[in-house]
């Protein structure tokens, strides 16, 4: 059974800097594309960054130059550097892990950490 740990998150003032870790765990398969979701108060989950197996990555516009997403093939780990947050990073960050079977493309998610930027 595949597992997503994450761990991070907490309480940042505006401008502070947090790291995101996501461990996977439990597949046979490689784990091919692994990101990151948030969902802050009122608004709909959004796709923050996603760092393919192969390396390619891709961010969201309002965290470009701001977050930097990374992984260790050998770890199952994929991390979000987050720094110069602002209240409107404020949401539940949410990993993802992409495994592609005989039958398609399974996305796996993980429980979700909280971010908090306020002073």
């Known amino acids: 059974q595949v597992q997503l740990v994450e761990s991070g998150g907490g309480l940042v003032q505006p401008g502070g800097s947090l790291i995101l870790s996501c461990a996977a765990s439990?597949?046979?398969?490689?784990?091919?594309?692994m990101g990151w979701y948030r969902q802050g108060p009122g608004t709909q989950r959004e796709l923050v960054a996603v760092?393919?197996?192969?390396?390619?990555?891709n961010y969201t516009d309002s965290v470009k130059g701001r977050f930097t997403i990374s992984r260790d093939n050998a770890k199952n780990t994929v991390y979000l550097q987050m720094n110069s947050l602002k209240p409107e990073d404020t949401a539940v960050y949410f990993c993802?892990?992409?495994?592609?079977?005989?039958?398609?493309?399974?996305?796996?998610w993980g429980q979700g950490t909280q971010v908090t930027v306020s002073s």
């Open positions: 760092n393919t197996r192969g390396g390619s990555t």
């Open positions: 993802i892990a992409e495994v592609k079977t005989a039958w398609g493309v399974v996305t796996y």
């Open positions: 439990g597949s046979r398969l490689s784990f091919q594309s």
